[in-house]
């Protein structure tokens, strides 16, 4: 009996000791050579990220606003984050930053959330959060929440930050020399014939990168963003606002009611310039239909080096705009090519008769950037930069925009003759023609 009894606890200790020499043997050859002692369990609720948004839009927990991106911005002292959301503006309330550091949760800092974009009457509007990453956190991931210090166990969306420090140099290791932002694309526009004559005499002034942030468009502007997509030039950025927000057509809420200005286009515009921020040289800030166009230069490097040298310390170079009705014709027809008569959309080329602005009232001006000495902008304006800023003469550079007209009082005879655009004509329309012909839409009358 008694022996019975000590032979089953031998039995029992020596079970014991081969499940302690396996556990060993387990981290022996689990854990690198230099850890071998046992590691302390990790606690689940220390460790991150469990879950990452990989939408453009995300609903911050808790609240009424919503979360666009995260982007490292050290340019204001004691901030190194800024977070840029979309926040109703009656229910703003103090928020912190949680951190993710290198695996691991840190504890909050306190935010600081900037006064409201003009927002033209709409209870929504562009907002920046900025806070200061704790010491010591090697940060990869931010979220915000509505109470300092982290509820145990809570579920966080957590955002990439993005543009990470790359140990200066930046400005020689810049991927692009140019990016045009188009902000937000939405309903059913299908203008494809002059946005492939757009980006593709963009393509021939050196830009780089066209980014477009996309809620809806029509059937074939659609398949021609696909094509140009998968080439590499333009970036699409899912923009689903509509599915959070109902987001107005029109600028002015007085107006056009909805959530939110222009489908939220300052936000769009502000985002593309901090995502472009470490990798582009220049950003134009322009619309679909438009076209930043040297008239001194073959190309835009050649005509900021100009600029840049003569005015040394710009952030902000302001482009005037100038509208081509497009009601009036070029009589001779030599451009209404044949095989682009089944393509949607205005030929840029067939308009060649320029509006003087009227200088008596507001005459809006798009922008060539520098990004990185941009904090904040608006369509026609930058908000806050560093640096100064330049209006550039109409004979330097301006902006082509074929459109409605806009001073429908003038004559044709009280128009001006701009041609600019024929210059570029003999690379220009192979160029056009091999877009379309890629997806289908060139007429084969008149091909060659
Ligand atoms: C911070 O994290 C990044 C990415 O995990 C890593 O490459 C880098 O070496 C880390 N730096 C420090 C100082 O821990
Ligand atoms: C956290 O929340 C997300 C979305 O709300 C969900 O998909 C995920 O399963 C949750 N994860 C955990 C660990 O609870
Ligand atoms: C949202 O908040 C609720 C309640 O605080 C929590 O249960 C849930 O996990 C949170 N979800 C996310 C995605 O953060
Ligand atoms: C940017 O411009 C410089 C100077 O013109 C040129 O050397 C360089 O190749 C360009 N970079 C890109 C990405 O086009
Ligand atoms: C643009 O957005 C719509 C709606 O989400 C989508 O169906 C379409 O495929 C997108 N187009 C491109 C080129 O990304």
């Known amino acids: 009996m008694e022996k019975a009894k000590q032979f089953r606890g031998t039995l029992f200790l020596l079970h014991l000791l081969i499940a302690f020499f396996l556990f060993i043997l387990c981290f022996t050859v689990r854990t690198p050579r230099t850890y071998r002692t046992i590691p302390k369990p990790r606690l689940p609720p220390n460790t991150c990220p469990f879950h990452i948004s990989e939408q453009t839009i995300t609903p911050l927990n808790n609240t009424k606003h919503l979360l666009v991106s995260a982007y490292m911005d050290q340019r204001v002292k004691g901030l190194d984050i800024r977070i840029i959301g979309i926040f109703r503006k009656d229910s703003i309330q103090p928020l912190y930053c949680l951190f993710c550091c290198a695996g691991q949760v840190s504890r909050t800092t306190p935010t600081t959330i900037s006064k409201p974009f003009n927002n033209f009457g709409f209870a929504f509007t562009t907002t920046d959060v900025m806070c200061q990453i704790p010491q010591k956190c090697n940060a990869t991931h931010v979220s915000l929440l509505t109470k300092p210090d982290r509820v145990r166990g809570s579920n966080q969306t957590w955002l990439p930050i993005r543009n990470q420090k790359t140990n200066g140099k930046e400005e020689n290791k810049l991927q692009f020399n140019f990016t045009v932002c188009i902000s937000t694309l939405f309903g059913d526009y299908n203008n494809v014939l002059q946005f492939a004559q757009t980006l593709e005499m963009y393509r021939l002034l050196g830009v780089d990168r066209v980014v477009i942030y996309n809620t809806s468009c029509g059937p074939e502007l659609n398949s021609l963003l696909h094509s140009y997509s998968q080439e590499g030039f333009v970036e699409m950025v899912p923009w689903p606002i509509d599915r959070f927000l109902k987001p107005s057509r029109g600028w002015l809420f007085s107006q056009s009611g909805g959530d939110m200005h222009y489908f939220g286009q300052l936000t769009t515009l502000n985002e593309c310039v901090y995502r472009s921020m470490a990798r582009s040289r220049y950003v134009l800030l322009n619309d679909i239909d438009e076209i930043i166009m040297p008239y001194k230069h073959n190309n835009l490097m050649s005509l900021m080096d ?143």
């Open 306 to 448: 100009m600029l840049q040298q003569q005015h040394p310390n710009t952030g902000v170079y302001l482009i005037e705009s100038h509208v081509f009705p497009k009601k009036h014709f070029e009589p001779s027809g030599r451009f209404h090519l044949p095989q682009w008569n089944g393509v949607p959309g205005v030929n840029i080329l067939e308009h060649i008769y320029r509006e003087d602005p009227d200088r008596n009232v507001y005459h809006p001006h798009k922008m060539i950037i520098q990004p990185r000495l941009v904090e904040r902008t608006s369509v026609h304006e930058v908000l806050k930069n560093f640096g100064q800023r330049f209006r550039v003469p109409m004979d330097v550079c301006r902006m082509i925009h074929v459109r409605v007209v806009q001073r429908a009082s003038l004559t044709l005879q009280q128009l001006n003759e701009d041609k600019r655009l024929w210059d570029f004509q003999e690379k220009l329309i192979p160029n056009v023609d091999k877009v379309l012909r890629r997806v289908g839409m060139l007429s084969s009358e008149g091909q060659n």
